[in-house]
């Protein structure tokens, strides 16, 4: 049961990151409007945390309001590596073939909120290097991506569980 909630939460959760990922790209929050875009671009990772949440919270319905703690990290588990591996792919597609200038307009605003700020020429390289490394172009990159989505995801769905471990907690 908590593999099919799982599975199912994150295919949604991943459908709706693609529709807001290409909704942000109409609207240029990952072209030329990334003052924005930098906040826009947050949505997605908390729609995921809910859904984490949401996830761990049915598995704890469906067995008449009991969890424990293994079948809730499992459920959070399995679906932190799935939305992690499929988004990894998606923002990998997103970043190379739909907006190759994604990275290099991201380096172009930053570089601009930097001189603005007045950072040193070391502080504004070592802070280039890592929006290079953050926005993709990389197989490292993308590895990070897919390590970081996957462990905040469990990071999540461990504190859900915690919360919601004990029968009656938080009930309807």
């Known amino acids: ?12 959760v991943f459908v709706i990151t693609v529709i807001w990922t290409m909704i942000e790209h109409v609207l240029g929050y990952n072209t030329t409007n990334h003052e924005v875009g930098q906040y826009t671009r947050m949505l997605a990772a908390f729609v995921f945390y809910f859904f984490i ?9 469906k067995q008449n309001n009991q969890l424990s703690f293994t079948d809730g990290l499992r459920t959070g588990a399995i ?7 499929l988004v990894t792919v998606w ?3 997103y970043a190379e073939l739909i907006n190759p200038q994604y990275q ?40 990070l991506l897919f390590l970081f989505m996957f462990l905040f995801g469990v990071v999540i769905a461990f504190i859900t569980t915690l919360l ?9």
């Open 1 to 12: 049961m908590q593999k099919r909630i799982a599975v199912k939460y994150a295919l949604i």
């Open 79 to 85: 679906l932190s590596g799935i939305y992690a591996a």
């Open 104 to 143: 290099s307009s991201m380096m172009d605003f930053e570089r601009k909120k930097m001189i603005a700020a007045k950072l040193s020429e070391q502080q504004m390289a070592e802070k280039l290097k890592e929006v290079e490394l953050s926005s993709g172009g990389s197989v490292a990159s993308y590895v």
């Open 53 to 61: 949440i949401l996830a761990v919270w049915q598995v704890r319905r």
């Open 164 to 172: 919601l471990k004990r029968k009656g907690q938080f009930d309807d």
């Open 91 to 93: 923002y990998a597609i």
